[in-house]
Nanobody, 126 residues
Framework: QVQLVESGGGLVQAGGSLRLSCAASEHTVGYNMGWFRQAPGKEREIVAALYWNDGTTYYADSVKGRFTISKDNAKNTVYLQMNSLKPEDAALYYC????????????????????WGQGTQVTVSS
């Protein structure tokens, strides 16, 4: 089974940037990939997702224009570039792999993702 390992989290001042990485242990061609986050006391929420087929992306309204999801298939790695960070972006960030390969749509529900990393913490100081 594919394993996902996130990295790149840390402490940053509001307005700053971070780039999260998610390295997969195997090729993930044909799988949608997603980034989710969970803040203390809140439910896990989708941040961004990437459609395997044509690179279509989805972003939560709260991060549109600030975050960018991308993928390097040669490195089996998915990235989340986060700019103009706000204190409300602070959370544990997870990357996730779709449960189904060659899915014909881009899902954004957590139930459509079956493999998760351990998470990387992002803290934003005001």
């Amino acid at each position: 089974q594919v394993q996902l390992v996130e990295s790149g989290g840390g402490l940053v001042q509001a307005g700053g940037s971070l780039r999260l990485s998610c390295a997969a242990s195997e090729h993930t061609v044909g799988y949608n990939m997603g980034w989710f986050r969970q803040a203390p006391g809140k439910e896990r929420e989708i941040v961004a997702a990437l459609y395997w087929n044509d690179g279509t992306t989805y972003y939560a309204d709260s991060v549109k224009g600030r975050f960018t999801i991308s993928k390097d298939n040669a490195k089996n790695t998915v990235y989340l570039q986060m700019n103009s960070l706000k204190p409300e972006d602070a959370a544990l960030y997870y990357c996730a792999l779709d449960t189904r390969r060659w899915r014909t749509t881009l899902g954004v529900r957590s139930t459509e993702f079956g493999t998760w990393g351990q998470g990387t913490q992002v803290t934003v100081s005001s």
